[in-house]
């Protein structure tokens, strides 16, 4: 089905795919029916996935995509997950810079094709999704968000096993968990205004898909 769809995004899972979709609403027309999104996105599982030898080159080469987008999380080295991206499309796109501003990545080549990169936060920092997603916890609600983090601290400190490079997702689901519904996914938050689509770590990230995809 998706290769019917000349503009895409691959995404590393379904939170992230969720919060896109609900995201973008609040800033262009996003049908409910898939058939009809602006932009089919696809889950590519995981960052190492996505960046395995051959996969961006065969999803750009298809005859059917004009447009490729891909968002993945920083984790601890968005320079060095850059650079992987770089040197696995750099020879489609050779005008690919050697690094990635604030903005994200737009490039197109002589092909008319055009590939975007978006690496979570804010393409600078490590990070994921959740460290973004944090900084759109609205300011009335900052008060919950530190006790969130708080009682996800004291859980750890009682036995909870979560490791220290997964503490941002253990506050955002602790916080996500005392609302209504609780629990909640990440991209039924932001359409409820639990997150706020406007925040201003959305608005970049907002733009870089609009331009990306000439929206």
């Known amino acids: ?95 690919l810079p050697e690094s990635i501003s604030g903005d994200g990545l737009v490039a197109q080549n002589d092909d008319q094709k055009r590939v975007g990169l978006w690496i979570m936060p804010n393409n600078q920092d490590t990070g994921d999704l959740e460290a973004f997603l944090r900084l759109m916890v609205p300011l009335d609600a900052e008060p919950l968000w530190q006790l969130s983090m708080r009682s996800a601290t004291e859980a750890r400190s009682i036995g909870a096993p979560y490791r220290d490079c997964h503490i941002t997702k253990a506050n955002i689901y602790t916080f996500l968990a005392w609302h209504d519904p609780p629990g909640q996914h990440p991209g039924m938050a932001i359409t409820k205004k639990v997150l706020d689509p406007r925040a201003k770590c959305a608005v970049p990230f907002a733009g870089w898909f609009r331009q990306l995809y000439q929206l």
């Open 1 to 95: 089905m998706a290769q019917r769809y000349p503009k895409r995004l691959i995404v590393e899972g379904s939170d992230d795919l969720h919060s896109v979709i609900s995201l973008m609403r609040e800033y262009i027309d996003w049908p409910q029916d898939s058939k009809l999104w602006p932009v089919y996105i696809e889950n590519g599982l995981s960052a190492e996935e996505i960046l395995a030898e051959g996969f961006l080159t065969a999803k750009i080469k298809a005859a059917e995509t004009q447009t490729l987008g891909v968002m993945f999380d920083a984790d601890t080295n968005p320079t060095g997950r850059y650079t992987r991206f770089r040197n696995r499309l750099v020879g489609l796109f050779p005008l």
